[in-house]
């Protein structure tokens, strides 16, 4: 019979065989002893509420109830958000990090980074993103930062907020877009020391060479970055704005004085671009490091539809973008680099921003968490252990979105068939759980043995 929907014993077999989830999820720890509720279903329970876009955690208590989820997690009987709590927020760390390394190294030997390389390369980009604030609750791992507001009366007073950040490092080229990894800023720490860290991590955990240009914001024109990236063998595209005074300066005063060296207009979903580009080689990055840079500039005309009044009428708006890079003129037309760096700033809206808006990604419900599993530290005294829940979470939510992304872009034919959106395929999942028939008991009564087995 032709599938009409997907369901999730399609995608589960689609997860096992390609991407080894069941023994994945088998491997998972944390430091309760001796739980009713495995670990492995905890991550299954979070796994699946990401999967299927739950708007809440809360949400995905009230699907705990389903029978057929408790089943296919390999949970005994429903549980609430206090057990995911309590088991997340001593998870262990390393399977999970292992588990997103394996996957994205199976998508490079499926071969998911080959299509739209730019020029045969394979691209990255580094951001950063503010996950939770808050001006109450807190944990030992939060950052603050002095913030002035208005009080009821309209009085303007300082307070101390509380938030958390990090850097992540994702792939950008090809139409399936995965997080490598992901590093958060420690207290009273800088978001470069932070993306140093996770810049050389990368290739321990992945090896040299797994991608072979990234592209950065303009906060990270700074001389370790490109003397890391140079030792990698990266080249890099970088955003260049005032914060690097000299360089910025000079390649407008260049810039100034000629024409452009290309000019194109290109038409895109209703709107037209007409780009300038200008481009030079061998400017001084810096007065203390005037090691040669190629600089390239683009002064853009978006002209777009505008309703006014019922009216369609044209406008148009001026930008300026301007790109350090280490790609060599000859071989890397400025055109190239223009658009790569575009895919920087389409990164900003699709990568970290399209978890926190369509994955309920920044859902404070670990944050601060003081009920905890205790261990024994070396004085022998009971302590709780370090609160991994918001790494955690994030961790299962990267892996969760990587998978179902490449599921959706490079897998499902109903997908191609029936023009579904990712959101789409998630609410099909979603509602195959309550649709699912009851689960057939088996003669122990453990409800094993129902039609379609456990994941
Ligand atoms: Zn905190």
């Known amino acids: ?221 700074q001389t370790p970055v490109l003397k890391l990236a140079h030792q990698m063998g990266w080249d890099v595209i970088i955003s260049l704005k005032q914060n690097s005074r000299d360089l910025y300066q000079s390649a407008v005063r260049l810039f100034a004085r000629r024409p452009p060296d290309a000019n194109f207009t290109e038409t895109q979903d209703h709107k037209t671009y007409r780009v300038q580009l200008w481009d030079t080689e061998g400017l001084p990055f810096t007065i203390d490091n005037p090691e040669p840079v190629r600089v390239v500039r683009s002064e853009e005309v978006l002209e777009r539809n505008r309703f006014r009044e019922g009216q369609r009428t044209r406008y148009a708006t001026d930008h300026e973008w301007l790109w350090i890079t280490t790609l060599p003129k000859s071989t890397f037309a400025a055109a190239t680099i223009r658009q790569l760096g575009h895919s920087r700033w389409k990164n900003e809206n699709n990568g970290w921003m399209d978890l926190t808006k369509h994955w309920a990604f920044k859902h404070g419900f670990l944050h601060a968490c003081q009920h905890r599993p205790q261990r024994l530290n070396p004085e022998g005294q009971r302590e709780p252990v370090p609160n991994h829940g918001l790494a955690a979470v994030t961790l299962i939510l990267l892996i969760a979105a990587a998978l179902s992304s490449c599921f959706v872009l490079r897998h499902s034919k109903l997908v191609r068939r029936d023009h579904l959106t990712a959101v789409a395929v998630a609410a099909q999942l979603r509602t195959w759980i309550s649709k699912a028939p009851p689960s057939i008991r088996a003669p122990d009564g453990t409800g094993r043995g129902s039609r379609t087995g456990p994941l």
């Open 1 to 221: 019979m032709k599938e009409r929907t997907h369901s999730l014993p399609s995608f589960s077999a689609w997860l096992n065989k390609g991407y080894d989830l069941r023994r994945q999820a088998a491997g998972m720890r944390d430091a309760r002893l001796d739980p009713e509720i495995s670990p492995a279903s905890v991550f299954l329970a979070l796994w699946h509420a990401f999967v299927f876009r739950l708007p809440s955690f809360q949400q995905l208590d009230n699907e705990l109830n389903h029978s057929y989820l408790q089943h296919w997690i390999g949970a005994e009987r429903g549980f609430r958000d206090d057990t995911l709590r309590y088991s997340l927020c001593g998870f262990d760390l390393d399977p999970l990090q292992a588990m997103l390394v394996d996957v994205n190294r199976r998508f490079k030997r499926g071969k998911v980074f080959d299509e739209d390389r730019v020029q045969g390369r394979l691209v990255a980009a580094l951001d950063g993103v503010e996950v939770l604030s808050s001006f109450s609750r807190h944990c030992e791992n939060c950052l603050e930062r002095r913030v002035s507001r208005k009080d009821q009366a309209g009085r303007k007073m300082e307070e101390i907020q509380y938030y958390h950040r990090a850097v992540g490092c994702q792939m950008i080229h090809s139409p399936v877009q995965p997080f490598l990894a992901g590093e958060w800023l420690r207290p009273g720490e800088s978001e470069e020391t932070a993306a140093l860290r996770l810049l050389r991590r990368l290739p321990e955990v992945y090896g040299s060479r797994w991608f072979d240009i990234l592209v950065l914001d303009a906060l990270y024109a």
